[in-house]
C-alpha cells in the first residue's frame, strides 16, 4: 500500500498561491484552513480524501489505545505515577506486550 507524503499538500497549496501557515495541514488550525479554502477541484478531492485516510487511522489507534487502557487497568505497573520515568518504560513495554499477544 502506498501512504501518501503529506508534504506534497504543503506543495500543492503553495502552487495555487495558498499560504500555509502551520506545518500540521491535517490538525485542528490546518483543517480550518482547508475548510474555507479555495482550490480547483481536484486539489479538494485530494485533500478530501486524505482527511478520509487520516479519519481511518486516528479510529484505529482510538480503538487500539481503549483496548490496552482496559487490559492494563489492573496492572499495578501502568497506573503508577506517570512523572516517574520508570513508570513510562515499563508502561511502553507492556503495551507492546499486549498488542503481540492480541494478534
Known amino acids: 500500500m502506498h501512504v501518501p ?3 506534497d499538500e504543503h506543495r ?3 502552487k495555487g498561491g495558498i499560504w500555509v501557515p502551520m506545518t500540521d495541514l491535517f490538525g485542528v ?3 480550518l484552513l ?3 479554502v479555495t482550490m480547483p477541484a481536484p486539489y479538494k478531492e485530494r485533500i478530501a ?3 478520509r485516510f487520516i479519519e481511518g487511522f486516528d479510529a484505529e489507534i ?3 489505545t481503549g483496548l490496552v487502557q482496559r487490559r492494563l487497568s489492573h496492572d499495578a505497573g501502568y497506573n503508577r505515577d506517570p512523572a516517574d520515568p ?3 518504560a515499563r508502561a511502553g513495554c507492556r503495551a507492546v ?4 499477544r492480541a494478534l
Open 49 to 51: 480524501s486524505l482527511r
Open 29 to 31: 488550525e490546518g483543517n
Open 12 to 14: 500543492r497549496l503553495a
Open 86 to 88: 520508570r513508570h513510562r
Open 97 to 100: 506486550s499486549v498488542s503481540f
Open 34 to 36: 482547508l475548510d474555507n
Open 62 to 64: 482510538d480503538l487500539f
Open 5 to 7: 507524503d503529506l508534504g
